[in-house]
């Protein structure tokens, strides 16, 4: 035998050795503590958006739990971010700049003149655009309409989101939606609608200024693309009726969901680079929607039974996962969604204390090699036959199921995706 042929056997053989435990260590997975975030006074929040810096919005109750403000959370100091004279205020259902810019949607004390009630079901009351900044409100312009809301804010000053003309878009589409847009600095884009289409909302914009979301006529949602000037429609998993995209990374993946052939149920989606993968759902379940990407393409959202009892899941390399099999056993908590994911994998959303029954707004951190020494981490690996597994039945109030639904639909700025599906 050569030295040739021997030097290839020895690296072949390296090669199986080191490959095996790669194999083991994949079929592993992190586990992840849960930080409560607090309210503004009242009983339950939901955490909405994380920038790499680790700071979370968010929306709460105020005392009482009739009105709604955006909250602003660093380093363990949660600060409520207020409204422009009206009872509510949100922030957007995404990531938001590294400077801490944070863009919502506040309502003013006018009420609206033609009865809408844009930012919220019942007030009747003006909403308006906004960024917050260091306890500083910008209010954004509209198209000349009353309405507007911002989402998404990029580290270049880019903000994407919704904003109305004077042409109000008709009832069948409901209150919330218009022109999707893009302020830079300020200065708004009309971004426009899929052909035939009659509005829509950009929710989410990555870095290079590519947007994403949708727009709708009164039977059809199209999940949308803005780039360079151009508007891409990304198709959907074989459904006619829904397909709508939610976040963007700086990769230009987006996670979204769409409805599939039968258009009686909905999967969430990833697309990138012209294709549109089906990410199916957890096990047993009837539909899941993605809300959000990181750089690293780990996707988060939600997946429900039939019954829309909903779970969070984490979507990465190929597979889906329960986030409540990684989270300590034992915990009072069952995370019930997830909006948001950084680079770091930080994820915010809202769990249900199994002890009170009220759902807050929370942070899960990964116990990983870049979380050392994180308060109440546990650093061991969790088996895939335990991922696998249907976490214990916990109950969840029939309040906190239409609460989502809800939130669901108001992310959207219409009827949520299913609204018209089995209860």
């Known amino acids: 035998m050569n030295s040739k042929t021997w030097t290839r056997i020895i690296a072949l053989a390296l090669f199986v050795a080191l490959a095996i435990p790669v194999r083991l260590a994949a079929q592993q997975h992190i586990r992840y503590t849960v930080t409560d975030l607090g309210t503004v006074g009242g009983s ?26 955006a909250f602003f959370w660093r380093n363990g100091k949660i600060t409520d971010l207020g409204t422009l004279g009206g009872p509510n205020s949100s922030p957007s259902f995404s990531p938001f700049s590294e400077k801490g810019d944070v863009g919502g949607g506040a309502e003013t ?19 308006l655009p ?3 900044h260091d306890g500083m409100t ?17 580290n270049r000053g880019q903000v994407a989101g919704v904003a109305e003309t004077t042409t109000l878009p008709p009832p069948c589409l409901g209150t919330g939606v218009g022109e999707p847009v893009v302020w830079d600095h300020g200065v708004i884009q009309d971004l426009h609608v899929f052909p035939g289409d009659l509005a829509g909302v950009a929710l989410a914009i990555n870095d290079n200024g590519e947007a994403a979301g949708f727009s709708a006529n009164c039977s059809t949602v199209h999940a949308l693309l803005w780039r360079d000037g151009s508007l891409t429609d990304l198709g959907s998993l074989g459904g006619t009726a829904f397909s709508l995209a939610s976040a963007i990374n700086n990769r230009g993946e987006i996670a979204g969901q769409s409805d599939l052939a039968g258009d009686t149920t909905f999967d969430a989606f990833l697309w990138r680079k012209g294709v549109m993968t089906d990410l199916g759902t957890l096990p047993g ?20 039974d ?15 996962i329960d986030l409540n099999n990684l989270i300590a056993a034992g915990s009072p908590w069952f ?73 669901l639909g108001l992310r959207y700025h219409m009827p949520g995706p299913g609204a018209s599906r089995p209860e």
């Open 335 to 407: 995370v019930i969604e997830v909006d948001a994911i950084n680079s770091t994998g930080e994820i915010v959303g809202g769990a249900v204390d199994t002890t009170t029954g009220n759902t807050r707004a929370v942070l899960l951190t990964p116990c990983d090699e870049h979380h050392p020494g994180v308060e109440g981490c546990d650093y061991s690996l969790v088996d895939a036959a335990t991922v696998a597994q249907s976490p214990a039945p916990r109950y969840v109030p029939s309040g906190t199921q239409r609460m989502l639904q809800h939130r």
């Open 130 to 132: 906004v960024v917050w």
């Open 285 to 304: 379940d009837f539909s899941s929607t993605a809300l959000g990407i990181n750089s690293k393409t780990q996707i988060i959202g939600v997946s429900s």
């Open 138 to 154: 910008t209010v954004l312009p509209t198209l000349g309409g009353n309405n507007g809301s911002a989402n998404q804010v990029n």
């Open 109 to 127: 004390s006018t009420p609206d003149p033609n009865g809408e009630s844009f930012c919220n079901d019942t007030t009747g009351l003006t909403c």
């Open 44 to 69: 339950w929040g939901y955490g909405l958006g994380i920038n790499d810096r680790g700071w979370v919005a968010g929306k709460a109750s105020t005392p009482g739990d009739v009105d709604v403000h």
């Open 306 to 320: 039939i019954n829309n009892n909903p779970r969070a899941f984490l979507w990465e390399r190929g597979t889906m």
